[in-house]
T-cell receptor, first 114, second 113 residues
Framework: AQSVSQHNHHVILSEAASLELGCNYS??????LFWYVQYPGQHLQLLLK??????LVKGIKGFEAEFIKSKFSFNLRKPSVQWSDTAEYFC????????????FGTGTRLKVLA | DAGVIQSPRHEVTEMGQEVTLRCKPI?????LFWYRQTMMRGLELLIY????????DSGMPEDRFSAKMPNASFSTLKIQPSEPRDSAVYFC???????????FGNGTRLTVT
């Protein structure tokens, strides 16, 4: 069955530290890839997306992600985090094969210390 | 654009009672999704609709759960009878096409005592 794995469940960083959150998916066909962010008490919002083309995509608030097809990965990065980046981050995969699937990872809680 | 609107924001009910959650998707969005979020399981897709038709309900936990979309601007998720293990945040989301990002509502926090 298709799945999305986020290996880091909780991450704690100091401000200005660099961030990398891992995301791997299990599906051999064509996928669309997303990262969503959920700030405390709020709904999920789109951070960035990859459909095709340049595997390095840039999103809002200085975030970027790199699609590595051979590794089935779509890791999220930010060179220097801020306290306001404290949130939960979800990787998601959209599969259009047979029945349309939109699968989320279990999320990574990021806490940035001021 | 008011975004996806869910009601109520919070619902506290006793075990055995019927619970109805409501969602108004963004106008023009052909896809509507219901997700459940818990600490243990994260975000689980319960069911999704395309043009008001249920396409995949394989995520619905059991017969106590049902969802309807009588028209393009309204959907309900009903739990009857409710149980304490149904306590979670239920999100509704919509999108204009199958490969578009999802637009989420603010969720309904359900507590079943």
């Amino acid at each position: 069955a298709q799945s999305v794995s986020q290996h880091n469940h909780h991450v704690i960083l100091s401000e200005a530290a660099s961030l990398e959150l891992g995301c791997n998916y299990s599906y051999g066909g064509t996928v669309n890839l997303f990262w969503y962010v959920q700030y405390p008490g709020q709904h999920l919002q789109l951070l960035l997306k990859y459909f095709s083309g340049d595997p390095l995509v840039k999103g809002i608030k200085g975030f970027e992600a790199e699609f590595i097809k051979s590794k089935f990965s779509f890791n999220l990065r930010k060179p220097s985090v801020q306290w306001s980046d404290t949130a939960e981050y979800f990787c998601a995969v959209n599969i259009a094969s047979g029945t349309y699937k939109y699968i989320f990872g279990t999320g990574t809680r990021l806490k940035v210390l001021a | 654009d008011a975004g996806v609107i869910q009601s109520p924001r919070h619902e506290v009910t006793e075990m055995g009672q019927e619970v109805t959650l409501r969602c108004k998707p963004i106008s023009g969005h052909d896809y509507l999704f219901w997700y459940r979020q818990t600490m243990m399981r994260g975000l689980e897709l319960l069911i999704y609709f395309n043009n008001n038709v249920p396409i995949d309900d394989s995520g619905m936990p059991e017969d106590r759960f049902s969802a309807k979309m009588p028209n393009a601007s309204f959907s309900t998720l009903k739990i009857q009878p409710s149980e304490p293990r149904d306590s979670a945040v239920y999100f509704c989301a919509s999108s204009p096409s199958f490969d578009s990002p999802l637009h989420f509502g603010n969720g309904t926090r359900l507590t079943v005592t």
